[in-house]
T-cell receptor, first 113, second 113 residues
């Protein structure tokens, strides 16, 4: 069975602080994909990143960076110098061979000015 | 522009009524999904379809039904058997062969009155 755990339910930071959102996944499969999505108040899910199980390289995109570690089954997301516009719910998701997508329960990030 | 369209955005239903949520995509994606999101919670899979005329139950299929008569369309019917249908419903699609991320519609907020 597959599972995604986002232990942080809510995080509150002050603007310009760095913040890391944790994601731990479970799967017995060796081929899988990991994703992060952002859900602003409008409700639509916005795709941020995809990583396949064979690519453990960390990635940086502007103020966003992702740390994928198979040894700990984690795929953590860091926002550097957070901004108020980063306030949203962030979801981590797992897909095994593109059969289904399993989502974590989400982390609500509040960035205060 | 290609994308996924869900309609309506808001829907009100009386108890005991069936209601159908529309999901249409023009991305030529083969797989489509329906998720339910309750306040403060993650996304739970209701049904998914990987090919026309075939679909599979997700984790919370009871009280719901779907059809996939066309590649572009994956409507979800919330039946009177669904005891607590008030929720936010999200439709998604992917191109499994190309290994894309899941593209989401803007969601339908269903309220039972």
């Amino acid at each position: 069975a597959q599972k995604v755990t986002q232990a942080q339910t809510e995080i509150s930071v002050v603007e310009k602080e760095d913040v890391t959102l944790d994601c731990v996944y479970e799967t017995r499969d060796t081929t899988y994909y990991l994703f992060w999505y952002k859900q602003p108040p409008s409700g639509e899910l916005v795709f941020l990143i995809r990583r396949n199980s064979f690519d453990e390289q960390n990635e940086i995109s502007g103020r966003y960076s992702w740390n994928f570690q198979k040894s700990t089954s984690s795929f953590n997301f860091t926002i550097t110098a957070s901004q108020v516009v980063d306030s949203a719910v962030y979801f981590c998701a797992l897909s095994v061979r593109y059969s289904t997508f399993i989502f974590g329960s989400g982390t609500r990030l509040s960035v205060k000015p | 522009d290609g994308g996924i369209t869900q309609s309506p955005k808001y829907l009100f239903r009386k108890e005991g009524q069936n209601v159908t949520l529309s999901c249409e995509q023009n991305l030529n994606h083969d797989a489509m999904y329906w998720y339910r999101q309750d306040p403060g919670q993650g996304l739970r899979l209701i049904y998914y379809s990987q090919i026309v005329n075939d679909f599979q139950k997700g984790d919370i299929a009871e009280g719901y039904s779907v059809s996939r008569e066309k590649k572009e369309s994956f409507p979800l019917t919330v039946t009177s058997a669904q005891k607590n249908p008030t929720a936010f419903y999200l439709c998604a699609s992917i191109n499994r062969a190309q290994g894309t991320e899941a593209f989401f519609g803007q969601g339908t907020r269903l309220t039972v009155v």
